[in-house]
């Protein structure tokens, strides 16, 4: 009776232990992270078109499908920035550059762990104002929707089984055609770099 007793309590044990690992690994993590937006600014238009450089808030969601297998979804709100050309301001934008990633998950270090992501970002421009003067010379407009790739590197650093310390690195392709009187006159590639330091929370 005493053999079987120590039996079941260790079942029990093994149970719990196996129960509680499977809490520990949510398939859910989120992160709240302050990102500065570093533009790249390529135009073939011949105006020297940019936007400015600004840190901005940025949310994301990841699921896991496995511990190496996830997806992650960044967001952000609607981001306004000055419209320059060769440095003088022309007007201002807004831009929404959600991103969807999927990512795999190095789970062998310990605490530190590192990832990499590949996927797409859409970017909704819109809020587009010219000055005065430039509407009157060159009527001028842009596409409002843009489809790209988005590449990612980054880790999360575990502070207990939910709390995290990340760090994250992103490239993200966005451009627009810009026109005149109706008519293309080029490209405006903002191609950013996404820096990113904040912190996660596994359920």
Not at 102 to 107: D, E, G, I
Not at 129 to 138: G, H, S, T
Request: net charge positive; glycine share 8%; hydrophobic share 45%.
């Amino acid at each position: 009776m005493k053999k079987m007793i120590l039996a079941a309590a260790a079942v029990c044990a093994m149970t719990s232990g196996a129960a509680m690992a499977q809490e520990a690994q949510s398939p859910w993590q989120v992160r709240l992270r302050a990102v500065h937006l570093d533009s790249a600014n390529k135009d073939s238009t011949g105006l020297g078109l940019s936007i400015n450089d600004k840190t901005i808030p940025e949310v994301d969601v990841t699921y896991f499908f496995t511990p190496n297998i996830a997806a992650e979804l960044v967001l952000t709100y609607p981001q306004k920035h000055d419209l320059r050309s060769d440095g003088a301001k022309i007007g201002s934008l807004k831009h929404l550059p959600p991103s969807l990633l999927a990512q795999y998950h190095f789970t062998n270090m310990g605490a530190f762990k590192p990832y990499l992501g590949a996927g797409v970002n859409y970017t909704r421009f819109s809020n587009v104002n010219f000055a005065p003067a430039v509407e009157a010379a060159l009527d001028p407009s842009i596409k409002k929707n843009s489809f790209g790739a988005a590449l990612q590197i980054g880790f999360d650093y575990m502070l207990d089984k939910n709390w995290s310390i990340n760090v994250d690195v992103k490239k993200v392709y966005i451009k627009t055609d810009v026109r005149s009187a109706g008519t293309k006159v080029g490209t405006f590639k903002v191609d950013p770099w996404l820096l990113g330091v904040g912190v996660g929370y596994r359920f």
